[in-house]
C-alpha cells in the first residue's frame, strides 16, 4: 500500500511521467525503483515522503475490485510495469488520487500503514532511480534513532538545534 502512494507523490512531484519498474515489499520496508531522467534533491524527497504521510493520515479505505482489462484502463487505473494482463484485472484503490492495477495484499485503510521514512535515493542505472523507504513501526523507530543521533550530536558540540549548524559550520 505504501508503494502505491509513493507512486502517487512521485508522479505528483516529479511529473506524470513517473512509472513503476520495479519493487520489493515486506511489511514494514519496500524498496521502489522507477523510471526518471534525472537527479531528486533533498526538497523534492521531503516534499514526495510529506505527500505520502498526508495521504496515510487521511485515513481513506482501500478499495479492491475485478475489472475487466479494458474498462479498468478507460477507468484511470494506472498498469505497472509492461505486463501481460489477463481478460480481467485486480484494480487497487486509496483515496480519490491512487488507481493502480494490483494483485498483492493491502492494509483495510490508508491510516493502518503509520508512517513512510525514505531513507535512500539514487541512480541504479540511466533513467532508472530507486528508493528504500521504511514503513510503520520500523519508521518510528528509525526516526526516533535519528532523533537519539542528533542529541548525541547536540551533547558533542555543546549546542542546540537551532544553533547546530552554525556551529558546524565554524567547526568545519
Known amino acids: 500500500s505504501a508503494t502505491h502512494l509513493l507512486h502517487l507523490a512521485l508522479r505528483d512531484v516529479l511529473g506524470q511521467h513517473v512509472k513503476q519498474s520495479g519493487s520489493r515489499v515486506s ?9 526518471h531522467h534525472g537527479a ?4 523534492q524527497i521531503e516534499e514526495i515522503e510529506a505527500i ?6 487521511h485515513n481513506s479505505a482501500v478499495m479492491t475490485e ?20 489477463g481478460d480481467f484485472v485486480r484494480v487497487v484503490q486509496m483515496g480519490p488520487r491512487s488507481r493502480e492495477f494490483c494483485g498483492g495484499t493491502h492494509v483495510s485503510h490508508t491510516g493502518d500503514i503509520g ?34 543521533l542528533l542529541r548525541e550530536i547536540l551533547a ?16 568545519v
Open 115 to 148: 508512517v513512510v521514512s525514505i531513507l535512500t535515493e539514487g541512480s541504479i542505472s540511466s533513467g532508472v532511480r530507486r528508493i528504500e523507504a521504511v514503513a510503520g513501526a520500523r519508521a518510528s523507530d528509525y526516526l526516533a534513532q535519528q532523533k537519539r
Open 27 to 35: 511489511e514494514q520496508s519496500l524498496r521502489f525503483d522507477f523510471a
Open 66 to 85: 475485478l475489472l475487466p482489462l479494458e474498462q479498468a484502463r478507460r477507468s484511470g487505473a494506472i498498469a505497472l510495469f509492461d505486463e501481460k494482463y
Open 52 to 57: 505520502v504521510n498526508r495521504e496515510i493520515r
Open 156 to 171: 558533542v558540540l555543546n549546542s542546540n538545534e537551532r544553533e547546530a549548524r552554525e556551529r558546524v559550520v565554524r567547526l
Open 40 to 43: 531528486i534533491n533533498a526538497e
